[in-house]
């Protein structure tokens, strides 16, 4: 079994940036995916980057969020900067030993419990 813990969300104004971090326990990650989602208030959860063979992002964060992983504290990190409004959601992290695409929800085999960023105006 695989607990993922998400830490650092908080309430920003639009233009900052925050970090949020997955720590994973239960045993090493080193080979899952491990990726974050979002979900806003009546929202489907939608995919937001992705840490495994290879790092991808969604469209809509590229150039703005980073993913990074520290595999020695089994912890992945979203750097997220210049934040908009339309990033306010609750954000997920994930993990899945196999992972095809990386970007449907249904890929993945452990979740957290989230932590809730807010973006104001």
């Known amino acids: 079994q695989v607990q993922l813990v998400e830490s650092g969300g908080g309430l920003v104004q639009a233009g900052g940036s925050l970090r949020l971090s997955c720590a994973a326990s239960?045993?090493?990650?080193?080979?899952?995916?491990i990726s974050w989602f979002r979900q806003a208030p009546g929202q489907e959860r939608d995919f937001v980057a992705a840490?495994?063979?290879?790092?991808r992002l969604a469209d809509s964060v590229k150039g703005r969020f980073t993913i990074s992983r520290d595999r020695a504290k089994n912890t992945v990190y979203l750097q997220m900067n210049s934040l908009t409004p339309e990033d306010t959601a609750v954000y997920y992290c994930?993990?899945?030993?196999?992972?095809?695409?990386?970007?449907?929800?249904?890929?993945?085999?452990?979740w957290g419990q989230g932590t809730q960023v807010t973006v104001s105006s």
């Open positions: 994930a993990a899945a030993l196999n992972a095809g695409s990386y970007y449907y929800p249904v890929e993945y085999d452990y």
């Open positions: 239960g045993r090493s990650v080193s080979s899952f995916v």
């Open positions: 840490s495994g063979s290879i790092t």
